[in-house]
């Protein structure tokens, strides 16, 4: 749920990165925080344990700029991936404008996203959101790993309804702002449409 | 339910302003702040610029919707007041009208029963703006005259954002 003041012209929208556990959600996010301008960046919060697993969620405040006089501004959550925190994820996708699903691409970690994505879709649907209606974007992340699979199977496997996808490695930042403005994107023609 | 969104115009804005400036005063407060239960920042006032406020917003809305979680596997609707006390500062938090949440920060310059005596009566106004301004951008929507800043939005305009 955007939140669109005049008083102050700013519009705010959530985007959520979602996937399952070490899929490379939290890393997103540090390649983000550490590769924007100080001053369109807010602080990055992460509510983790103490070997660094996301406990609650992950959050960061970009600003990007104006459109047509009103300031933009978007806030990032990742969630908790492993699958016993299921309650908190819930919260966490309360009043999301996007989603973006980060996927790992080794073989050993399909069963993983696709259970990842089945949740996703139910825990949406439990807030009243459809997925199908959502400004939706697939990341295949961990592509430089030598486990991992074609991204014609990833394909197959995860983006049954044909949403945007991106290859990316999220450590070294390749398709990770890509990424970021594609559901960006998605986000601001959604409100536009909406109107 | 799609996907609503939340709007202020400045009528309310300058409404609510001036009612939590009142209660800041009244409550003896050093800091209020009305978050949307998404996160969103509406309005702050007092020592805001002491501090990061946007952070502020997105944990207190994290924490109520935690324990709102918790409210609900007890069979509770909600927890409707939240207090942090610490050393010197303390956090009033409570949910307004269902919807928005309002945080008090104090000192032991007041009390906990001066914030939430003035919090109540608060929050009752609060409730009343807020119900105006929910029924005010329905209107608007219905009748197509929301002037709406992205109706004209080009892709170009979204591409300048990310040079």
Known sequence: MSFINYASREINCKIVYYGPGLCGKTTNLQFIYQNTAPDARGKMISLATETERTLFFDFLPLSLG????FKTRFHLYTVPGQIFYDASRKLILKGVDGVVFVADSQEERIDANIESYENLRINLKEQGYDLDKLPFIIQYNKRDLPGAMSVVELHREL??????EFEACAATGEGVFETLKAVAKLILLDLKKGK | MSNPTMVMYEEEFQEVNDLIERLLKEANAKMIFLV???GQLISGVGETERFDTTSLASLTAGNIAATGGLAKLIGEKEFSI???EGEKDNL????????VILVVLFDASSSLGLVRLRVKKASEELSSIFEKLMKKSEEREKYGSSNFPFAEITDEDIDNLFK
């Open chain 1, 66 to 69: 104006e459109v047509r006089g």
């Open chain 1, 159 to 164: 983006n049954i309804t044909d949403v945007p």
């Open chain 2, 36 to 38: 949307d239960k998404n």
């Open chain 2, 82 to 84: 939240l207090f942090h």
């Open chain 2, 92 to 99: 009033h938090i409570s949910i307004v009208g269902g919807r």
